[in-house]
């Protein structure tokens, strides 16, 4: 869900503030699926993060979203890209 109130002390009605939804895919290049036990892993993953320098991140994601007031478009296409390091 996507929202925009542009002066939260003149908000408006809210069919005059843009608010969407949509369905939203996430993904993480070169994230791998981990084996065992989940707080196994989740300690290991700890203990590799204090031995080393941390490692830059990309992350994708990509929706199409849908109107919910009249001040929004019918539809969009969303577009978002992050890089952690």
Known sequence: MFGEIED???AGSF???NHSIGPTLFWKPGEKEEE???EEAKGDKDND????PSEMQLSFNIGLQ?????ATS???LKFQGSLSF
């Open 8 to 10: 939260l002390s003149h």
């Open 15 to 17: 069919n005059q503030q």
């Open 36 to 38: 065992g036990d989940e």
């Open 49 to 52: 993060k204090a031995s080393g």
């Open 66 to 70: 849908f109107g919910v007031t009249d």
């Open 74 to 76: 019918d539809t969009a």
